[in-house]
């Protein structure tokens, strides 16, 4: 009976009406009422069936009215347990559930006021578990790719999105430069990274906000539309500063947004320095350690492509093959240390005698390639010519001494090498590289066959 309030509720009823029936006769004497027709047995048993049934008809009141409600109540409840309960929940975000669980009651009384409890309840689970949704598919995003390109352009996305802004830009510090790497319905957005306000936010390392009244003119087209309200928030992993992110908009923020941004910016600032450690990682891993060229696997590739885009845009490439001349005698007598101080410094002195744009490439031991996009045969043979030169003035010091060494340059190029593949071009300028060892070294031969 304790345990069911409409069992308990029945009995308390069922005896206040037999409590009633049997003390109404003496309030009807006292009243004035004849005791001979008040205490007579079918008076008293008429009262007391009129108080039971008193007591019956409340008990079905209450069922029908407040029962009905509680039932309700519970059912709406237990439906959105089982949403709860089903794995679906943390794939959808309830949104189209949300009006079904709501209940609708306007009463004034206090089921009332549960109702509106749980209604109100409901709201902030959903808007809770909707948060939780976009956190989750935010982060899901950033896993999708290691591209630092890719990464940031759909976060600003999402970011913009999630609070209701109209246009942002995202910006990476670098050797203490703002890069702007994506921006979104924002026209001449470098204008922000030139003023104060960037640097302030990465100074402090706190949120800037900034609200411009609508009597206040604004210099400079920065967006298809008047930003009146700009955020500018920092891009923090682990303490340390990676960039800012300004979102801009033509009314207020909400604050609800504004914190669920900071949630979000936690997790592209993880994002974002896994990108530049991936980057890192792979500029190292296409890198020689010793010349800080790139290594003959990552060469192979970025030979393909310039041979492919040379082919597509119908433009010449040059190949050049370096050989540094009796390298071995060098090791054999200054020791191979003093020979990685050539190969270094040889290395430095062909990249500063390249132009922008030309590809050096450690092909391997004291061999080096070459390639020279959009150079004919007679630019190569310049371009290989001066390279020639800068290493035979070259001078590697090393204690009291100065160690002096040339190069043989094998040159070709396509398409005046009729090379079907980027194989068949660099095995053409080997061949012009065995033709300059062969003929004294120190010198360039250009081959095209």
């Known amino acids: ?31 004035g009422g004849s005791p001979d027709t008040t205490y007579r047995f079918s008076f008293i048993f008429v009262s007391i069936v009129a108080g039971l049934v008193v007591g019956v008809v409340n008990i079905l009141f209450a069922r029908l009215f407040i029962e009905r409600k509680i039932s309700k109540l519970s059912v709406y409840m237990n439906s959105v347990n089982e949403k709860l309960s089903s794995s679906t929940i943390l794939k959808n975000d ?28 409901l709201d902030t689970l959903c808007l809770q578990l909707n948060k939780n949704k976009r956190i989750r598919d935010f982060s899901n995003l950033l896993n999708s790719d290691l591209e630092l390109n890719t990464i940031t352009n759909k976060a600003l996305r999402q970011l913009i999105d999630s609070i209701g ?16 790497i994506a921006t979104y319905h924002m026209i001449n957005a470098e204008q922000i990274l030139e003023s104060k306000i960037p640097w302030e936010t990465l100074k402090n390392s706190k949120r800037q906000y900034l609200h411009i009244p609508e009597h206040v003119k604004i210099d400079g087209l920065l967006a298809t539309y008047r930003p009146s309200h700009t955020l500018v928030e920092p891009i923090i992993y682990k303490d340390i500063l990676l960039g800012i992110i300004i979102l801009s908009n ?48 990552y060469g192979l590739k970025r030979m393909k492509e310039e041979y492919s885009r040379s082919l597509r845009n119908k433009i010449p490439l040059g190949v ?39 590809i050096a490439i450690r092909y391997g031991g004291e061999e080096f390639l070459v390639l020279l996009p959009g150079a004919a045969e007679k630019d ?39 090379a079907s593949s980027i194989e068949d071009l660099v095995a053409c300028a080997d061949k012009a590289l065995y033709a300059a060892k062969q003929n004294g070294r120190n010198r360039v031969i250009y081959l095209n066959k």
């Open 94 to 121: 309830l949104e189209a559930d949300h009006e079904e669980c709501m209940v609708c009651d306007d009463s004034t009384d206090k089921i009332g006021e549960s109702t509106r409890a749980f209604n109100s309840l």
């Open 165 to 180: 802004a109209k246009g942002g830009a995202l910006a990476v510090e670098e050797k203490g430069e703002l890069n702007l």
């Open 1 to 31: 009976m304790k345990k069911n309030i409409f069992v308990k509720l029945s009995v308390y009823m069922m005896g206040f009406g037999l409590f009633v029936g049997v003390l109404f006769p003496f309030i009807v004497v006292l009243l």
């Open 320 to 358: 050049a093959m370096l050989d540094i001349d009796h390298f071995k005698k060098v090791n054999d007598t200054y020791g191979h240390l003093v020979g990685d101080k050539v190969l270094s410094e040889m290395a430095l002195a062909l990249q500063e005698s390249l132009r922008e744009g030309d």
């Open 250 to 297: 033509d009314t207020a923020f909400e604050d609800s947004g504004l914190e669920h941004i900071e949630m979000l910016i936690n997790n592209l600032g993880m994002a974002i320095n896994n990108s530049l450690a991936h980057e890192q990682l792979t500029r190292l891993a296409a890198k020689d350690p010793l010349t800080n060229l790139y290594n003959r696997r």
């Open 380 to 418: 190569c043979i310049i371009l290989a010519e001066r390279v020639r030169r800068i290493i035979e003035e070259l001078v590697v010091t090393h204690t009291s001494q100065q160690i002096k060494f040339t190069i043989s340059v094998g040159v070709t190029s396509f398409p005046h090498c009729d």
